[in-house]
């Protein structure tokens, strides 16, 4: 298994290559390559990201079958099932990156925003749940920002949420904290621009990375 660093900068320049309209085209791999899969899987990457449906993980980083292990829940919220599905990634494949991948435009930060500017009450409990997930970081931020745009003020919360859900996978799970501290683990956080197709770390990246 490659090393944390080594898959940054693999979902770095696949990055590029997407954004530069010169994606591999991976995701449509032979069948021959996908049966060499059958198996087992060995994903380089786990990525924790967000149902919307501008934003799909292999795509933004042209990678293909058994190259990412990805999360999507609206919101990228972490809750119990998230936490176990990195764990079970980390602890059975040996991948030893998490990116907590938000993205610009976010309905479900925006949807938070919303209620909790008191313009919108969530009506289901399960999509509340959701929003709950969401709230504190958004709360934390209009209380430091006072009269700040609309515009600026989900880009921010879209940031702030990303961080909650890294510390919160960092911090809410005994075996990924374990594993971040004696044996490679890193979580980073980041967002994707729907504007530019560009995905940028911004998040707990190890040092002159
Ligand atoms: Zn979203």
Do not use: W
Not at 134 to 157: M, N
Not at 166 to 185: F, I, M
């Amino acid at each position: 298994m490659i090393d944390a660093i080594e898959a940054l900068a693999r979902l770095r320049e696949g990055n590029r290559r997407f954004a530069a309209n010169r994606s591999a085209a991976k995701a449509l791999e032979s069948r021959a390559s996908r049966t060499q899969l059958v198996a087992g899987q060995e994903p380089f990457a786990i990525i924790l990201g967000c149902s919307d449906s501008r934003v799909p993980a292999e795509l933004v980083f042209d990678q293909g079958f058994g190259d990412l292990f990805v999360i999507r829940v609206a919101g990228n919220i972490v809750a119990p099932s998230q936490i176990g599905s990195v764990e079970f990634a980390a602890a059975r494949f040996g991948t030893r990156l998490v990116v907590v991948l938000g993205h610009s435009q976010c309905g479900a930060v925006a949807a938070t925003l919303e209620e909790v500017l008191g313009r919108t009450t969530t009506e289901s409990k399960n999509l509340r749940s959701i929003v709950d997930r969401i709230r504190p970081a958004v709360e934390d931020l209009l209380a430091g920002s006072r009269g700040t745009d609309s515009e600026a003020l989900i880009r921010e919360a879209v940031l702030a949420n990303v961080r909650a859900s890294v510390r919160q996978l960092r911090h809410g799970s005994a075996l990924l904290e374990r594993l971040t501290l004696t044996d490679g683990l890193v979580v980073v956080g980041a967002k994707y621009s729907l504007e530019t197709g560009v995905v940028s770390f911004f998040e707990g990246v190890p040092d002159g990375r």
